[in-house]
């Protein structure tokens, strides 16, 4: 079946520091790919995404390319801010349409 | 933007009780919503897809009786853990589907924190 696996945390940086979250997937056919994100007491909210290869999903100045050959969508911030401490979800849809598979979340902190 | 509410955001509860949670889409109307639970350091795992006005469907593995879900409404599915046991501690997210004419998004609630005590 579909599976997201991506970087485990913590992540602690330094504000302006460069941030990457590992993510690759498995699944059969031509998935969706999202990045979500969980600011403390909130829910998830949709960062970026990407329906095909070699697409560039950006927001907030973060970005990921999916990446059909490694089967991956690494998350990447130039220069974060202590405003993007959250918890960072890799997520797939597939042949299933809108059902997600979620990776298990990376925790991000930022210091000041 | 659309907002989804869950409530409570955290429960602690007694062994052998039954623990209800709300989903609500405040302004706009979902005819599917998603419930998933998440393992600490672990993903998020769908539970079921709840619809509007017709039975659940459950993803393989969870049980029916113990995770009841009623979407009697266009904004409102709720999860019951019935008899609930300390396994059953878990973070609980749903999720509303809403529908444009132009695409699909999915907007989270901020999830339940349920301890079984």
């Known amino acids: 079946g579909d599976s997201v696996t991506q970087m485990e945390g913590p992540v602690t940086l330094s504000e302006e520091a460069f941030l990457t979250i590992n993510c690759t997937y498995t699944?059969?056919?031509?998935?969706?790919l999202f990045w979500y994100v969980q600011y403390p007491g909130e829910g998830l909210q949709l960062l970026l995404k990407?329906?095909?290869?070699?697409d560039k999903g950006s927001n907030k100045g973060f970005e990921a390319t999916y990446r059909k050959e490694t089967t991956s969508f690494h998350l990447e911030k130039g220069s974060v801010q202590v405003s993007d401490s959250a918890v960072y979800f890799c997520?797939?849809?597939?042949?299933?349409?809108?059902?997600?598979?979620f990776g298990g979340g990376t925790r991000v902190l930022v210091k000041p | 933007g659309a907002v989804v509410s869950q409530h409570p955001s955290r429960v602690i509860c007694k062994s052998g009780t039954s623990v209800k949670i709300e989903c609500r889409s405040l302004?706009?109307?979902?005819?599917?919503m998603f419930w998933y639970r998440q393992f600490p350091k672990k993903s998020l795992m769908l539970m079921a897809t709840?619809?509007?006005?017709?039975?659940?469907?459950?993803e393989q593995g969870v049980e029916k009786d113990k995770f009841l879900i009623n979407h009697a409404s266009l904004t409102l599915s709720t999860l019951t853990v019935t008899s609930a046991h300390p396994e059953d501690s878990s973070f609980y997210i749903c999720?509303?589907?809403?529908?444009?004419?132009?695409?699909?998004?999915?907007?989270f609630g901020s999830g339940t924190q349920l301890s079984v005590l």
């Open positions: 302004d706009f109307q979902a005819t599917t």
């Open positions: 997520a797939l849809s597939g042949a299933a349409g809108n059902k997600l598979t």
């Open positions: 709840s619809n509007e006005g017709s039975k659940a469907t459950y």
């Open positions: 999720s509303a589907l809403h529908r444009d004419r132009i695409n699909e998004k999915l907007f």
């Open positions: 990407a329906t095909k290869a070699d």
């Open positions: 699944a059969t056919g031509y998935p969706s």
